[in-house]
């Protein structure tokens, strides 16, 4: 059996904060002690000087995947890759239900890009077809093939429409067996309107994408979503959430007792919408969904991390390339050249989110380490199924560590890092805080700037119940 020792280190939990040794047998933390000493055969890691984290979850990603034509430019791979360079050991990706398929199809899709992972990896299924025997396939998944949440877009408008009662019967079906449901809340049918309006203006600048989705579109959505679960009795996540309205409503929805969480990711803490006045066609960079927002948002984001309501940073890694010259124009953001509503929504994340959430969380003073921790791994680990083999550094969980150095300054920029991705939304942002070595299961993947792991090592995480209290 492989046994691997991490010396020295300052091990670093939700709850918890020392200085131990740590042995991990056979992909998972045997021991954890004062000094342990070093036999035949083990692999030895001193980590003095670095904290030792739990491997990141990352619960929001998109990454080898289309939106209408265009195509990410990532693979399973290079995203995944980029992940375990992050710090990242577990995502939870997303995939579609196919258009008149049964959500066991799109699974079934799923898991034949997935086993490239080079990182442990589960699947969330964006429902999209109610009529194409979609109840039974989500209990076909639930029940036998561990996928425990489902996500739903209020944004659809036309065949791919799930309305209010649709939304809360899946609610209520997730809820019967132990799962979670999803939402991205924006109001589609106001947005549609929206968009018309700047259309027949003949605004097409990608600013337009974010002056036709204001806060209260999507504040709107998420109350709704939030009074259709209480309705279900059902637990309610609702992702990448941005707005000041949106958090004010989880706020009061949770203060009323309502079991409702809320994620957030890094691209909404650290960028405004003033990223929509780059001139030309740049801004297309930041063509995301929902847009980017105010100061004042970004505040009340960071609040309601701070005081819990806000559960989770995840990455929601989409990425298109800017130039259409890197890898081919389905790839690119310049599919959308001539109107902001042909630019595919989504930007790349994955690798900095540890790194970012350091710096401007715990090093400024808005969170605590323990905090950041939870924030990082522990609670998307126990709402989304993981928990306790992943999540956290404790004898029985799975080996999966971060080494981070808390002193490291370093620039975050598109050329050192390591997707297939063009452009980076945080190019030139110095930070404190760096990742050093990765393990997965007690294999080390990373070791600063050379890779050690390989696509396929990957497992599929079959995962418990989600929704739990965090
Ligand atoms: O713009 C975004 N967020 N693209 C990814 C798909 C989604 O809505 O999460
Ligand atoms: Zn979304
Ligand atoms: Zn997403």
């Known amino acids: 059996m492989s046994r691997c020792l991490i010396t020295g280190g300052r091990i670093v939990t939700a709850a918890d904060d020392y200085r131990a040794d740590i042995l991990i047998s056979g992909g998972r933390v045997s021991m954890i002690a004062d000094a342990i000493p070093p036999e035949d ?101 639930m029940d036998k093939e561990g996928v425990t949440s489902f996500k739903v877009f209020m944004i659809r408008t036309g065949p791919e429409t ?23 809340a924006e109001n589609g049918p106001i947005l549609a309107r929206n968009i018309a309006d700047n259309l027949a203006a003949e605004n097409t600048h990608p600013k337009f994408h974010s002056l036709s989705r204001p806060n ?45 969480y809320g994620e957030t990711c890094p691209q909404y803490l650290f960028l405004t919408k003033d990223a929509y006045e780059t001139p030309g066609f740049e801004a297309a960079k930041y063509v995301m969904s929902p847009p980017l927002r105010s100061e004042e948002d970004q505040e009340a984001l960071w609040r309601a991390l701070a005081t819990g309501h806000l559960a989770v940073v ?7 390339n800017f130039s259409a010259k890197t890898k081919g124009l389905e790839h690119s953001k310049e599919l959308g050249l001539d109107s902001f509503t042909k630019i595919p929504n989504g930007a790349p994340g994955i690798e900095t ?42 004898v029985g969980s799975d080996g999966d560590l971060a080494l981070f150095d808390p002193k490291e300054s370093w620039t975050v920029s598109a050329a050192g890092h390591h997707s297939d991705i063009d452009y980076s939304l945080f190019e030139g942002h110095r930070v404190t805080g760096r990742v050093k070595k990765v393990f997965l299961r007690g294999e080390m993947i990373v070791d600063g700037e050379t890779w050690l792991g390989r696509p396929g090592m990957g497992e599929y995480l079959a995962r418990g119940p989600s929704g739990m209290v965090v």
Request: proline share 4%.
């Open 41 to 141: 055969g083990m692999q030895v890691h001193d980590a003095s000087g670095l904290m030792v984290l739990p491997g990141g979850v990352d619960v929001h990603t998109h990454l080898e995947t289309f939106i209408g034509p265009a195509r990410t430019a990532d693979t399973v791979d290079s995203a995944t890759r980029a992940a375990a360079f992050g710090g990242t050991t577990t995502v939870i990706d997303f995939t579609r239900q196919p258009p008149g398929k049964s959500p066991v199809a799109g699974y079934g899709e799923w898991r034949g890009l997935a086993a490239k992972s080079c990182v442990d990896i589960g699947v969330h299924i964006i429902l999209t077809d109610v009529k194409a025997d979609m109840y039974e396939g989500m209990k076909e998944l």
């Open 162 to 184: 799930i309305d209010d009662g649709q939304l809360q019967q899946i609610m209520e079906t997730t809820a019967e067996h132990g799962a979670l449901t999803c939402v991205h």
């Open 216 to 260: 209260t579109v999507e504040g709107e959505a998420t109350a709704r979503a939030i009074r259709l679960s209480e309705m279900a009795e059902a637990p309610l996540y609702v992702v990448h959430v941005t707005a000041a309205e949106a958090v004010g409503a989880i706020t009061e929805a949770r203060d009323r007792g309502q079991t409702v």
């Open 314 to 320: 995840s990455t929601d890694h989409c990425p298109f």
């Open 353 to 394: 989110r540890i790194a970012m959430v350091y710096d401007g969380g715990v090093r400024q003073g808005r969170i605590g380490l323990n905090r950041f921790v939870e924030l990082m791994a522990t609670a998307p680990a126990k709402l989304f199924g993981l928990f306790p083999a992943k999540g956290t550094v404790a």
